[in-house]
C-alpha cells in the first residue's frame, strides 16, 4: 500500500514494501527554550534552521509542532507552515490537538500534508475526518479510543480498524490512513516495547496499512537513549514500521542498515550514499 503526500514540488511515497520514510520530529517547542522564545517573537529563522539540519540528516517529511502554553497556534501554525513552504519543497506533518489550527495550517500548504494526529475517540473522528477529507490530507490514526490506551495488542488492532472504516466513510482512501500502534516508555512498563512490536506485526499482516510511531518515546527516563532507539526503531521496521516520527540525526544510519538487511536498498546505493553525505558534510 502507498501514501503519497506532496510538498510544493514532487512527492513522498510511503510504502509498505519501503524504503523506509523518515518524519522529522525537531520542530516541537518540548524542550526547546529557543524555539519557544523565538517562536513567541514571530521570527522564524531558527525553526527554518531546524528544518534545514533535519533535510540534510535524511528527513523526508517534516512533522511541524508549534504548540506550547499560551501560544495561539491557530494562528502560528500556518504561519510556519508558510515559512518552511517558502525555502523547502518537503511535504509537512501537522501536530496540533488543536482541530481548528490544523484546519487553518492545511488552508496554506501547498501539497498534500499529513495531519498528527486522529485517534479512536469520537470527538477526535468527527472534528478531524471532515477536515482531512475537505483539504485533500492524509491522516495518522493513534490506536487509542475513549476508553484510553489499551496494552492488549488485539484491541489496538480493533481500534486501527475502526478508524480506518470511520475514515473510508467520511470519504479519505484507504491508503491515506496511517496507523501509529503506540510506543510508550519501557522505563514504566517492561512490557510496552512488545506491545508495540506485537501491534505492528498485527496491523502490517491483518491490515496491510502504512505504520508510523514516535520512536524515542519508548526511552524516557533512560541512560544510552540512542541506543535503544536505534535498536527498537530496527526491530520495529522488520515488524512494518513504514514512516518513523524522530530525530534523523539520531535514526537514519539505523535506518538505512535495516532497509539494506532487508533487502530494500539495491546495491547498497542508499546506505553508501547516506555515508558519503555524511563524510562531505563533516569535511565542510
Request: hydrophobic share 45%.
Amino acid at each position: 500500500m502507498q501514501t503519497i503526500l506532496r510538498g510544493t514540488s514532487g512527492e513522498v511515497v510511503i510504502d509498505t514494501n519501503g524504503p523506509v520514510v523518515i518524519i522529522g520530529e525537531s520542530i516541537n517547542p518540548t524542550r526547546r527554550r529557543k524555539l519557544v522564545s523565538t517562536l513567541t517573537e514571530g521570527n522564524f529563522e531558527y525553526l527554518l534552521e531546524l528544518a534545514e539540519t533535519q533535510i540534510r540528516a535524511g528527513a523526508d517529511v517534516l512533522d511541524v509542532n508549534v504548540g506550547f502554553p499560551g501560544v495561539d497556534d491557530e494562528k502560528l501554525l500556518p504561519l510556519a507552515v508558510s515559512a518552511i513552504q517558502q525555502r523547502f519543497h518537503i511535504p509537512l506533518c501537522l501536530d496540533s490537538p488543536n482541530p481548528r489550527a490544523i484546519e487553518a495550517a492545511l488552508k496554506a500548504v501547498n501539497g498534500k500534508a499529513l495531519i498528527n494526529s486522529v485517534n479512536g475517540e469520537e470527538k477526535s473522528l468527527a472534528a478531524l475526518l471532515p477536515v482531512a477529507r475537505e483539504y485533500g490530507a492524509a491522516i495518522i490514526g493513534l490506536c487509542m479510543d475513549d476508553d484510553g490506551i489499551t496494552h492488549d495488542p488485539l484491541k489496538r488492532l480493533s481500534i486501527a480498524e475502526k478508524i480506518i472504516e470511520r475514515a473510508m466513510l467520511a470519504g479519505i482512501g484507504r491508503e491515506d490512513v496511517i496507523i501509529d500502534p503506540l510506543a510508550m516508555a519501557v522505563s514504566a512498563d517492561t512490557g510496552a516495547c512488545l506491545v508495540t512490536l506485537s501491534t505492528i506485526k498485527l496491523i502490517r499482516e491483518r491490515l496491510g496499512q502504512n505504520i508510523t510511531l514516535g520512536a524515542s518515546n519508548i526511552s524516557f527516563g533512560l541512560p544510552g537513549r540512542e541506543t535503544l532507539n536505534e535498536v527498537f526503531t530496527a526491530m520495529a521496521v522488520q515488524c512494518g514500521l513504514t514512516c518513523p516520527i524522530a530525530n534523523p540525526e539520531k535514526v537514519t544510519a539505523a535506518v538505512r542498515a535495516a532497509d539494506l538487511v532487508l533487502g530494500r536498498d539495491d546495491f547498497a546505493m542508499r546506505f553508501v550514499d547516506y555515508y558519503q553525505s555524511r563524510q562531505a558534510q563533516d569535511a565542510q
